[in-house]
Nanobody, 115 residues
Framework: QVQLVESGGGLVQPGGSLQLSCAAS????????MGWYRQPPGKQRELVASITRSGITSYADSVKGRFTISRDNAKTLVYLQMNSLKPDDTAVYYC?????????WGQGTQVTVSS
């Protein structure tokens, strides 16, 4: 079992920045990838960014060049630095970790980009 606790969401103006954090606890040695998803109002959940155990990152086209995913050396903390935020980035953001047999999800944190 893996438990995930997210923090860092909030209200920000267009062009602003936010950093999301996710702390993983429990059986973290089995984690294969760590990532962030988001679900905009009325839309499906989508992958934003992910990082593998070896450090390979991938991003959705809509956030490339603006968002950066990173993690700590212990591989129990994952961050999402979000810069140049746009109203279209408004969503509930979820931390997710993937183990060989199943994914685990955080509770979600709201990010609202509005003037």
């Amino acid at each position: 079992q893996v438990q995930l606790v997210e923090s860092g969401g909030g209200l920000v103006q267009p062009g602003g920045s936010l950093q999301l954090s996710c702390a993983a606890s429990g059986s973290t040695n089995s984690i294969v990838t760590m990532g962030w998803y988001r679900q905009p109002p009325g839309k499906q959940r989508e992958l934003v960014a992910s990082i593998t155990r070896s450090g390979i990152t991938s991003y959705a086209d809509s956030v490339k060049g603006r968002f950066t995913i990173s993690r700590d050396n212990a591989k129990t903390l994952v961050y999402l630095q979000m810069n140049s935020l746009k109203p279209d980035d408004t969503a509930v953001y979820y931390c997710q970790v993937q183990e060989p047999l199943r994914p685990y999800w955080g509770q979600g944190t709201q990010v609202t980009v509005s003037s």
